[in-house]
Nanobody, 121 residues
Framework: QVQLVESGGGLVQSGGSLRLSCAAS????????MGWYRQAPGKQRELVAD???????NYLDSVKDRSTISRDNAKNTVYLQMTSLKPEDTAVYYC???????????????WGQGTQVTVSS
């Protein structure tokens, strides 16, 4: 199986910055895409940013000028740097690994447990 371990959430003041990290472990052969989703209370989960193994990135419009996603393929780790944080960025942030190919040949998608990000005004 695959485990995604997230770190870096917490309480941040408006205008501040943070860096989220997510490391995937297990019998992994390859991961097509890794990324971050978020879910605020009463709202649907939404994609914040993702990155493919080739380095192609995709961002939510409201964060793209304030965020950078990066990835270390050798470590199966993805990072999300966010700056100029706003109260509306408050949410639980979930790491996602998509099209994970295991050494035994299975392919699947996996989620982390989530990390709370709270931006105070």
């Amino acid at each position: 199986q695959v485990q995604l371990v997230e770190s870096g959430g917490g309480l941040v003041q408006s205008g501040g910055s943070l860096r989220l990290s997510c490391a995937a472990s297990g019998s992994i052969f390859s991961i097509y895409a890794m990324g971050w989703y978020r879910q605020a209370p009463g709202k649907q989960r939404e994609l914040v940013a993702d990155i493919t193994s080739a380095g192609w990135t995709n961002y939510l419009d409201s964060v793209k000028d304030r965020s950078t996603i990066s990835r270390d393929n050798a470590k199966n780790t993805v990072y999300l740097q966010m700056t100029s944080l706003k109260p509306e960025d408050t949410a639980v942030y979930y790491c996602n690994a998509r099209n994970v190919r295991l050494r035994v040949g299975e392919i699947g998608d996996y989620w982390g447990q989530g990390t709370q990000v709270t931006v105070s005004s």
